[in-house]
Nanobody, 126 residues
Framework: QVQLVESGGGLVQAGGSLRLSCAAS????????LGWFRQAPGKEREFVAV????????SVADFVKDRFTISKDNAKNTMYLQMNSLRPEDTAVYFC???????????????????WGQGTQVTVSS
């Protein structure tokens, strides 16, 4: 059983920055591929970024490329999403997730992930 807790969300003006954290209160994050997803009101949950358990492979969605960075600190058992140059369209609830049963590939759909945090709200004002 893996328990994930996100933090770091909030209200920020367009062009600002936030850093989201995803801490594991149970489980060891270094064993899993890890992902960030987001869900805006009335929309489906969408992929934002993924990081392999080795930390050597990562991928981010085109709409956040050059603005968002995914990383982790195994010693702190925590994953991060650094978000810069935020836009109003980035407003959403952001979720972290652990992909336990991956076959070595990076996964991009929510259905591939086994454990989820409760989400943290990010609101970007114009």
């Amino acid at each position: 059983q893996v328990q994930l807790v996100e933090s770091g969300g909030g209200l920020v003006q367009a062009g600002g920055s936030l850093r989201l954290s995803c801490a594991a209160s149970r489980g060891t994050l270094s064993r899993y591929n890890l992902g960030w997803f987001r869900q805006a009101p009335g929309k489906e949950r969408e992929f934002v970024a993924v990081l392999s358990r080795s930390g050597l492979r990562l991928s981010v969605a085109d709409f956040v490329k050059d603005r968002f960075t995914i990383s982790k600190d195994n010693a702190k058992n925590t994953m991060y999403l650094q978000m810069n140059s935020l836009r109003p369209e980035d407003t959403a609830v952001y979720f972290c997730a652990a992909d336990v049963h991956n076959n070595g590939n990076l996964d991009y759909t929510p259905e591939e992930y086994d454990y989820w945090g409760q989400g943290t709200q990010v609101t970007v004002s114009s």
